[in-house]
Nanobody, 125 residues
Framework: QVQLVESGGGLVQAGGSLRLSCAAS????????MGWFRQVPGKEREFIAA????????SYANSVKGRFAVSRVNAKNTVYLQTNSLKPEDTAVYYC??????????????????WGQGTQVTVSS
């Protein structure tokens, strides 16, 4: 079993930044793909970013490309999402997830096996 705990969310003004963290414990997947998604009420979970096990491969949604950056430190079993130039439309609950097979950088929620409980990001205008 894997436990994922996100942190770092909060309230920020438009143009501001937040650094989200996701700490994994239990059965860890140092060679797994890690992903970040977000969701607002009434909408489907939206892919944000994914990172390969080595950190050498990353993928981003067009809506955040150039503003967000995903990284990981396998020695700490932690993945990060640096969010910059935040906009009100970035307001959502942000989730991290693990794809244990890790064969490619999937943008599909069903590819991921374990999920955190989420952290709220609210961007005021």
């Amino acid at each position: 079993q894997v436990q994922l705990v996100e942190s770092g969310g909060g309230l920020v003004q438009a143009g501001g930044s937040l650094r989200l963290s996701c700490a994994a414990s239990g059965r860890t997947f140092s060679r797994a793909v890690m992903g970040w998604f977000r969701q607002v009420p009434g909408k489907e979970r939206e892919f944000i970013a994914a990172i390969s096990w080595s950190g050498g491969g990353t993928s981003y949604a067009n809506s955040v490309k150039g503003r967000f950056a995903v990284s990981r430190v396998n020695a700490k079993n932690t993945v990060y999402l640096q969010t910059n130039s935040l906009k009100p439309e970035d307001t959502a609950v942000y989730y991290c997830a693990v794809d244990g097979l890790g064969t490619y950088l999937s943008d599909t929620p069903s590819s991921y096996d374990y999920w955190g409980q989420g952290t709220q990001v609210t961007v005021s205008s």
